[in-house]
C-alpha cells in the first residue's frame, strides 16, 4: 500500500489550499480514507474522514472550513482547506487504515501566517 500526498505550502489567514492523496496497492473504493494533522508539540490528530459511501466527517476545529472528497476511479482523496488559520499550521499525513494495518503517507507541510 502506498499513499502519495500532494499539495501544502505556505498561505495566509483567510486563504485556502488544497491536498490530494492517491493510494495504491489496496482496492481504494472499499476503504474509509483519512487525514491528519500534527503540529510541533502536539499529539496527531484526525482531521477529516470520508467513507467508503461518501460519508465525511470533520474534526469540530475544521467544520464548515474543509471539504473531503473522494474520486474512486481515480483513487484519490482531496481536501479543500478554506479560510485557513494560523492554528491550522502543521504537517498534514494520508492515512488509511487496511488489512489490520495502519498506512501513511509522507506529511506535506501547511503553513499559515497571520
Known amino acids: 500500500v502506498q499513499l502519495q500526498a500532494s499539495g501544502g505550502g505556505s498561505v495566509r489567514a483567510g486563504e485556502s489550499l488544497s491536498l490530494s492523496c492517491k493510494a495504491t496497492?489496496?482496492?481504494?473504493?472499499?476503504?474509509?480514507m483519512n487525514w491528519y494533522r500534527q503540529s510541533p508539540g502536539r499529539q496527531r490528530e484526525l482531521v477529516a474522514a470520508v467513507a467508503s459511501d461518501g460519508t465525511q466527517n470533520y474534526a469540530d476545529s475544521v467544520k464548515g472550513r474543509f471539504t473531503l472528497s473522494r474520486d474512486n476511479v481515480r483513487r484519490t482523496t482531496n481536501l479543500q482547506m478554506y479560510n485557513l488559520k494560523p492554528e491550522d499550521t502543521a504537517v498534514y499525513y494520508c492515512h488509511v487504515r487496511a488489512r489490520s494495518s495502519n498506512f501513511w503517507g509522507r506529511g506535506t507541510l501547511v503553513t499559515v501566517s497571520s
Open positions: 496497492g489496496i482496492n481504494f473504493r472499499l476503504y474509509t
